[in-house]
C-alpha cells in the first residue's frame, strides 16, 4: 500500500482536520514537526492566494554503503562485545517482554546526575547510558556489556527516514564516573562512522567470528 496517506475530515460547518498517516520507514519522529511545519506554511500560502514555497526536501535513508575504515572501526569497538547477555526471559502466556516501564528520576537525583556530566563533558543519555550498563552488569553478572541506542543522521533538516541503530560496549570493571566517560568516549568516536547501516555493522561482525550466526 501507500507509504502516507492524507485525507480531510469535517468536524462542522468551518472546520475541517487533516488526517495524515504516514509509515515509518518514509518519515522518522524527528521529520514529523518539519513535514506538519511545511504543510501548515502551503495552507497559509493558498489561503493568501499564493503558490506554496516548500523549503523542506525529502531525502533517501542511509544506503548502508560503508568502506573498510568504517567496518574496521565498529570491529575493534565492539571487540569485547558479548556475543550473549544472559538474561532471564518470559516464556509463552507469561507476559510481554516488549511492555514500557516509566521510572522518573526524583529531581535531587536528576540534578546530581546532570551535574556529573557536566563535570565529565558528558550528555545525561550518556550518563543514563551509563546507569543501564551498570544496571546490565548487574543482573546479569558480565563484566563486559554491550546494548545498541538509536541516532538520527539529519535531526530535523530534512524530511525522510534518518534513524540508524548503533552499538555501545562497556568494560563494567570500573567507577560509574569512568562508565559515563565510556560512554562519552563511545559517542564521539562513533559519529564518523555512525552512516554505516547497523545491519552491516553485524554481518561485518559475523564474518570477523566477533558475533555468532545466531545472535544479533
Known sequence: GPLMRVGVLSAGPDR???VTVVHHV???GAAIPLLFEQLGQAYTDLKAGQLPTLQATHAEPPSGQSTEEDL???REATRAMPTHIPLPTIGAGQGDLTRAFKCPLPEDLEAKLRALGRARGASFFEVMSAGWAALLARYTGERHIAFAYPVNLE??????????TLPMAFDTDATF??????AHRARVAAKPHQGVVFERIVESLRKGGLLDADQS
Open 72 to 74: 574496521a572501526f565498529w
Open 155 to 164: 535531526p530535523g533538516s530534512r524530511i525522510g527516514c534518518f534513524v540508524n
Open 177 to 182: 564516573g569512568e562508565l559515563v566517560d565510556q
Open 16 to 18: 475541517h482536520l487533516l
Open 26 to 28: 518514509a518519515i522518522d
